[in-house]
């Protein structure tokens, strides 16, 4: 063995990443510092273009963080106060949070035990209830793309559309996948971006986006990120937040775009690399149909609690590091728990006490890949 076995691996290597795209940032960065428009500028326009021409869709909005897309989306509908909205309970906080922040309330369903997806079965059975109970008003659905794999959209449409739902989709982890061979990002009326550093395309720093077809929403969508202006700056028509997304960071994902293709292709190598070493020992992610992922996580499922926790002591102790997306089900939060109606969702519980994400990022080496598996399976 040499020395260089023992070296700790990354679960994120954003300084390699760095190095390795160096000039095409340091570019980006330097026009930036020389036309010194620091809010709004060109650079904006610039990469809503290239993120729009990705997906297909007619509109982009760059925004300040995929949380305050989220935001803007439910703001320019009115949701609020009396309203409901569905979401998976196995998601990150941020989906939930918003409808709380505009005084609605998040409705909890559970998820596929193979996909970790949105179940839709269970997504009917809980509008029926809230529409049986009768308290709050269903609204929205928000389908999110979990771990950077398709949701299932053609049947969350489905839903919306039998259900008069308004549907948005959360692809803070998605934004490069594909569904029938088509970039993810026109499946719902609005989809949301996060560009949070650890994201498959991540900035410097905090930004999001808004992709749709509409142009009527497009220009709310604007128009609120910006305190609610009107057509002139000191005109505001309507109650709006600071939602911008900086030059600077604009500047870093038009860099980064440029090798994001290359990307993808690596972390789908990645996960094959990782599907056939440890689909003996572990359970893998079930691939869902029809799809490419963008692999914004990597994540197995042990035996147990007891399993999964020694096996992140091992991991550790061999230099892998490895992450528990999620710990705690989002009905079971401090925070959020009181808001939930007490409706069992056993998939997200289990899912939360035997999950454990490995690293997976274009950074890793096949000898980084082969010591992961080694030490899974070891
Ligand atoms: C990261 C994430 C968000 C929030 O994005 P930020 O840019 O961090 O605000 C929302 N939803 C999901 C599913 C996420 O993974």
Sequence with gaps: MSSSDNRPIAFLDLAAQQKRMEPALRQRLDAVLAHCRFVMGPEVAELEGRLAAW????????????????????????????????????????????????GATPVFVDVDPKTFQIDPAHLRSRIQAVRAAGKLRPRAI?????????????????????EDLFLMADCA??????????????????????????????????????????????????????????????????????????TLQAAVLLAKLDSFKEELARRESIASQYDAGLGAFVQVPARVANSASAWAIYAILLASTAERDTLQARLKDKGVPSAIYYPLPLHKQPAY??????????????LARRILALPIHPELTNQDIARVIAAVTG
């Design 142 to 162: 928000v389908g999110v793309d979990l771990f950077g794999q398709p949701a299932p959209w053609p049947e969350l449409r489905a839903i919306a559309a039998e």
């Design 173 to 246: 982890q998605s934004f490069g996948a594909e569904l029938a061979g088509k970039a993810l990002g026109r499946e719902a009326v609005a989809t949301t971006l996060s560009f949070f550093p650890s994201k498959p395309l991540g900035g410097y720093g905090d930004g999001g986006a808004i992709l749709t077809d509409d142009p009527e929403r497009a220009a709310l969508y604007r128009s609120l990120r910006t305190h609610g202006e009107g057509t002139s700056r000191y005109e505001v028509l309507r109650t709006g937040m600071n939602g911008r997304l900086d």
């Design 55 to 102: 997906c297909g869709a007619r509109e982009c909005v760059g925004v300040s963080s995929g949380t305050d897309a989220l935001q803007i989306v439910m703001m320019a509908e009115g949701i609020g106060r009396g309203d409901a909205v569905f979401l998976p309970a196995f998601t990150y906080t941020a989906t939930a949070e918003v409808p709380l922040v505009l």
């Design 337 to 350: 728990r009181d808001h939930h109606d007490g409706t069992a969702l056993p998939v997200s519980e289990d």
